[in-house]
């Protein structure tokens, strides 16, 4: 599959501060690649670096084989979406749609027929001949999104489009975003914090801390084998539940327990020494779910957080905290006595002084 983007040992620093650090990335054509981390973890800066925003300190990129490395934001073919709006407030959104187009002094006929496709398939043809104004935050976000779709170019970069919006807005918008890409194939990257963003949108999920990848797969990959303890704990809500212990033979012992992990699919040989074994709360069975489980135990329940359609209970399980979920419906109050059973395939285990995956 031919590359869209590629990134080529590239470093950013700002006098002695190390941004980004012999970073390596290759983008498929029409792929949605989504840059996900904590706030300072690079993401933004890299994007920038794509677009021609900041010049890097070393390393090269690539745009459809193009070596853009030192070229201008306006001579990459790439369009870019930013978090706030940035529409001129005294134009109507025709006008906003159409600005870039005519200062590169485009035919009216091929500008028209551009801002009529971006309208459609974002559905604001209603709203063409209104000003920023009188727009929602979710139709002027639209508008900000057509403004990249009229350049017709081969990569989109969104910059978290969706995080000054509010919960609902943001869920609307996140599927039209798929439903755009869907139906026009583009090759897309998308920064954001928002790990439900990433996963519902992502073909394949970059997981960045301290200016490196910590992980590239696809979002089923990244949550059912995460590479490293830090991509374990920073995908899913609540996190992983991680449990300190000892691998020997194919059992865990941690705090007194010990586990049979014996069906879980370690890489290369079966571990030995200092582990940690990460178990999602809605990997946790219970009820008759887990009467074939090699793992088993009684726990006192001690909160309890309904959610409607499920309940977060949290427990100590080998003297550590642990949650699990159940069912929204479930009859559960704190002082309660449930028994659990946790299925070690479904488990996760790190070697505790690297954290990477066992």
């Not at 700002?14 to 904590?38: H, M, P, R, T």
């Not at 020997?248 to 200092?274: I, K, M, N, W």
């Amino acid at each position: 599959m031919m590359h869209s983007v590629s990134i080529r040992s590239l470093d950013l620093h700002f006098g002695a501060v190390k941004v980004l650090q012999n970073l390596d990335l290759d983008i498929f054509d029409g792929e949605f690649l989504v840059l996900l981390g904590s706030s300072g973890c690079g993401k933004s800066t890299l994007l920038n670096c794509i677009a021609g925003l900041l010049d890097v300190t070393d390393g090269q990129i690539f745009i459809k084989d193009k070596n853009v490395t030192w070229l201008e934001p306006n001579e990459r073919g790439i369009g870019m979406v930013f978090q706030s709006y940035a529409l001129y407030p005294q134009m109507t959104v025709e006008g906003n749609l159409s600005f870039g187009l005519r200062n590169a002094r485009m035919p009216k006929a091929e500008i028209a027929k551009r801002v009529a496709r971006a309208a459609e398939i974002l559905q604001i043809e209603p709203l063409l001949k209104r000003k920023p104004a009188a727009l929602s935050g979710g139709q002027r976000q639209r508008v900000a999104i057509g403004r990249a779709l009229v350049r017709d170019v081969d990569v989109f970069l969104f910059d978290e489009p969706l995080s000054n919006l509010d919960a609902k807005l943001r869920a609307d918008l996140r599927v039209e975003i798929k439903r755009l890409h869907q139906n026009l194939e583009n090759t897309m990257i998308y920064v954001t914090h928002d790990q439900v963003e990433a996963m519902t949108l992502a073909d394949r999920i970059a997981i960045m801390k301290g200016g490196q990848i910590m992980q590239l797969a696809s979002p089923a990959e990244i949550y059912n084998r995460p590479g490293n303890k830090y991509v374990a704990d920073f995908i899913g809500s609540p996190s992983m539940n991680f449990l300190e212990g000892m691998l020997d033979s194919g059992r865990f012992t941690t705090s007194g327990e010990t586990l049979d992990t014996t069906a879980y699919p370690f890489s290369g040989s079966t571990a030995h020494g200092p582990a940690t074994m990460g178990v999602r709360p809605e990997h946790v069975a219970t009820g008759h779910e887990m009467q074939s489980l090699p793992i088993q135990a009684d726990v006192s329940v001690e909160l309890v957080e309904p959610m409607g359609s499920d309940t977060l209970v949290w427990t100590q399980f080998a003297g550590q905290t642990f949650r699990f979920r159940m069912d929204g419906q479930a009859e559960v109050a704190p002082g309660d006595t449930i028994r659990i059973g946790i299925d070690p395939a479904k488990a996760s285990f790190f070697d505790q002084k690297t954290e990477l995956r066992l």
